[in-house]
Nanobody, 114 residues
Framework: QVQLVESGGGLVQAGGSLTLSCAAS??????????MYWYRQAPGKQRELVAA???????TYADSVKGRFTISRDNAKKMVYLQMNRLKLEDTAVYYC??????WGQGTQVTVSS
């Protein structure tokens, strides 16, 4: 079993920055070998993949966040991060951390205001 807890969400003005954190606990083996992801879901929209990072730290990003967001992980600390810069109104959503294909966090709200 794995538990994921996100933190770092909040209210920020457009153009600002936030860093989301996701703390993993439980099956250390899974945490060290599985890819980790950040997804987001805006009101009335489907959940979408924002960024992914493999165990070897290869990263991929949605086109909408490329050049603005950076995903990183620290396997020793069992953490994954999402640094979000130059935030836009359309980045407003609940952001979820995911490990592998099965484990999700509860989400953290990010609200970008004008």
């Amino acid at each position: 079993q794995v538990q994921l807890v996100e933190s770092g969400g909040g209210l920020v003005q457009a153009g600002g920055s936030l860093t989301l954190s996701c703390a993993a606990s439980g099956n250390i083996f899974r945490i060290s070998i599985d890819a980790m992801y950040w997804y987001r879901q805006a009101p009335g929209k489907q959940r979408e993949l924002v960024a992914a990072i493999t165990s070897g730290s290869t990263t991929t990003y949605a086109d909408s966040v490329k050049g603005r967001f950076t995903i990183s992980r620290d396997n020793a600390k069992k953490m994954v991060y999402l640094q979000m810069n130059r935030l836009k109104l359309e980045d407003t959503a609940v952001y979820y951390c995911k490990l592998g294909v099965r484990y999700w966090g509860q989400g953290t709200q990010v609200t970008v205001s004008s």
